[in-house]
């Protein structure tokens, strides 16, 4: 479906980003690799994504709170696979506390993973797309972007800003064949959500088994979490033809949460 196309997938060295960059993979795109982790682990990762998928799979290591390394990064890709078709800004972390303890350098990095470095690899991803005219942006932004839950101002003031990015830089590009969206999952519980689950215990003065239960499902109505397969999903469709005609879109997949 993607053959021949190439796509930056940044922070997927885990979880959900992981899970884009196979099912991307899958579809017989080539897949730039981006976030942390022990290097041994993460070249298994690329070569088994590359054998098994048959595409070229590389990775770099750029820090997203770090303008630089993002440029960099993006000029790497385009060298070694001609350009980036598909640009999936996914990589995020969390913290979780009250405001007025919430520790500044903690809101500092959190804005600068989440938001600020979208628009810098949107920036440098969008030029080279015009020129072939096709492109597809896709926002990994959160039921975060819609709603709030105390405790998250940092994460939810970011994926708001994630939208609004989203919306305006969709229309910027809407005449030149290149589709942005932001897809806002509910909870997938990926190591993202497992390390929140403590502090937020803690913030609530309640039990780890009551945050899964009374906060994290029950803002589900299915009262299921979302696989990171069904967001893949998501993802590989907004990078296909089909989708052509739907950018700007804030795409909820969140088992209901949003709909309250
Ligand atoms: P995860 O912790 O499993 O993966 C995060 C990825 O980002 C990892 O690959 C990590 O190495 C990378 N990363 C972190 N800091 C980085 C940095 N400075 N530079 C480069 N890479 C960095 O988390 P996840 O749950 O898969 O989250 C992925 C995205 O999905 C995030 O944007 C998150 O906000 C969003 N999201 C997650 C959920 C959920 O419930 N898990 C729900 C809604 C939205």
């Not at 796509?7 to 884009?20: E, K, M």
């Not at 990775?59 to 350009?83: H, L, N, V, W």
Request: charged share 15%; net charge neutral.
């Amino acid at each position: 479906m993607l053959k021949g196309k190439s796509a930056l997938v940044t922070g997927s060295t885990s979880g959900i980003g992981l899970g884009i960059a196979e099912a991307i993979a899958t579809s017989g795109c080539n897949v730039m690799l981006n976030g942390f982790g022990e290097a041994a682990e993460i070249e298994a990762l690329r070569a088994n994504l590359e054998r098994k998928h048959g595409v070229k799979v590389r990775y770099d290591g750029a820090d997203m709170t770090k303008p630089a390394t993002i440029e960099a990064m993006i000029g790497a890709a385009a060298r070694e696979f001609g350009g980036i078709d598909i640009l999936v800004n996914n990589a995020g972390i969390q913290h979780v506390a009250p405001i007025d303890e919430f520790p500044p350098e903690k809101w500092d990095v959190i804005i600068a993973i989440n938001l600020v470095a979208c628009f810098h690899t949107i920036r440098h991803a969008l030029p080279g797309m015009k020129k072939k005219g096709w492109g597809r942006v896709i926002n990994i932004a959160s039921a975060h972007a819609l709603v709030a839950s105390p405790f998250k101002s940092a994460y939810v003031a970011a994926k708001h800003g994630v939208a609004g990015l989203t919306k305006t830089v969709a229309l910027e590009v809407a005449q030149q064949g290149i589709t942005v969206n932001a897809i806002c999952p509910g909870y997938v519980r990926t190591p993202l959500v497992e390390k929140q689950i403590p502090d937020t215990a803690k913030a609530r003065g309640i039990t780890e088994a009551q945050v899964v239960s009374d906060v994290l499902l029950a803002a589900q109505p299915t009262k299921q979490f979302v696989t990171v397969e069904q967001v893949a999903g998501l993802a590989l469709y907004l990078a296909s033809d089909a989708a052509a005609s739907v950018t700007g879109a804030i795409l909820s997949i969140d088992g209901g949460w949003t709909a309250q």
